[in-house]
């Protein structure tokens, strides 16, 4: 395979969710990765279900990735991370502000011997600000950044995500800004690296749509709209005949006029009423009820013909178990089967860009073993023995 970060070596020094991504992700492209691990176990290992023993949502969150067991709190360990940092060019953390620093670890230090390196320091609140210093994590960035307030239905109270959406943004998001920090190093940075400071909030609130211009301009609060939205119509989940359900938004009034015509009603296209996205939001309540008439009294099959025919999107609502056996899903490779030496095979999401000369792959899952390559880690990429790792 031509792995296109093939040439890039991340320490990921991070637990859970947002920081691990980034390095997930970077692995997926072919990146060397060394995940350092609390001798304990990262925490990462107890989030979610477990199979015999086998922690199932480490097998994706740390594929590609060596393992190491380290404790930061010792200073032979630490030694080892300073040793590991001079072979990187990408550092992740998720401590505290400051805590990198208390055990001589921050980027002042760090960058001494490696002056390209990249820092990417993960926190909820990020480095600097009158929150910097408090724990935060996934659950508090979705309700401090907006989106809990505007999610939910109008009647109920704010709701949170069934996942961790603000650590997968975050991630993401920081995956991308390790991209451009690389891209300028290797150019008009002349070799030198810089530190990423990615708090949890700040990526979520950075696709909530138009809500702080809205406010700004025109002193308008986004409300609760459950599956509905407050900029077209019609926008919801509708519930088919069959129990089945699927969703809709119409964007533009093209689209609006293709979902007039699935449902047989093409001269509401011409209706004042419906003509214009303006009169679509002023009349949601009536063009949403006409829709979830007309999906209600036919099966899934059917909906799903008569919107294709008109060539109007539409989707059905999917849960895991009919997500691995769709044939889109299965023909695209979004999901794959990997072998794995505890659990035989397993299904995952797969590495989610498509690149046409340098795809992504899952060259192994995460090991269930703490540390379990920290004999690699030592002989291949230090040259060095634990003890000789240790010393100053």
Do not use: C
Request: glycine share 10%; charged share 20%.
């Amino acid at each position: 395979m031509n792995a296109a970060l093939a040439d890039v070596k991340v320490l990921d020094l991070s637990s859970l969710y947002a920081g691990p991504l980034i390095a997930t992700m970077l692995g997926d492209f072919g990146a060397e990765v060394v995940k350092v691990e609390h001798p304990r176990g990262d925490d990462a290992r107890r989030w979610g279900q477990a199979k015999d023993g086998v922690p199932l949502w480490w097998k994706v969150l740390s594929r590609n990735k060596r393992l190491i067991a380290l404790d930061l709190n010792d200073e032979g360990d630490r030694q080892v991370v300073r040793r590991l940092a001079d072979w990187a060019d990408v550092v992740v953390e998720n401590f505290r502000p400051g805590r990198l620093e208390k055990w001589g670890l921050g980027y002042e230090e760090l960058s001494r011997t490696n002056p390209g390196l990249i820092l990417v320091r993960v926190t909820g609140f990020g480095q600097t600000g009158p929150r910097s210093s408090e724990p935060g994590f996934g659950t508090l960035a979705e309700a401090y950044s907006g989106f809990a307030a505007i999610t939910g239905m109008p009647d109920g109270p704010p709701t949170l995500p069934a996942f961790g959406l603000a650590d997968g943004i975050a991630g993401t998001t920081g995956t991308a800004a390790v991209l451009t920090a690389l891209h300028w190093r290797n150019g008009a940075g002349n070799g030198q690296g810089q530190v990423v400071d990615l708090s949890l909030y700040e990526p979520l609130f950075g696709i909530l749509g138009p809500q702080v211009i809205e406010y700004d301009q025109l002193g308008i609060l986004q409300k609760r709209q459950g599956n509905r939205s407050p900029r077209t119509a019609p926008r919801n989940a509708y519930e088919t005949a069959d129990g089945r359900w699927v969703a809709l938004s119409a964007g533009t009034q093209q689209i609006a006029n293709r979902v007039f015509t699935a449902i047989g009603q093409p001269e509401l296209a011409d209706d004042p009423r419906f003509s214009s996205a303006v009169a679509r939001r002023e009349h949601s309540d009536e063009i949403n009820d006409i829709v979830a008439e007309w999906i209600g009294a036919r099966p899934l099959d059917e909906v799903l013909a008569a919107f294709s025919a008109a060539e109007a999107p539409l989707a059905p609502v999917l849960e895991a178990d009919q997500i691995v056996t769709d044939p889109h899903y299965v023909q695209r490779g979004s999901v794959i089967t990997v072998t794995d030496p505890d659990l035989g095979e397993v299904t995952m999401q797969s590495p989610p860009a498509r690149l046409s000369a340098t795809p992504g792959e899952v060259r192994w899952t995460g090991r269930t073993d703490v540390g379990a390559d920290a004999g690699s880690v030592y002989a291949d990429i230090l040259g060095l023995t634990p003890e000789e790792a240790r010393k100053p």
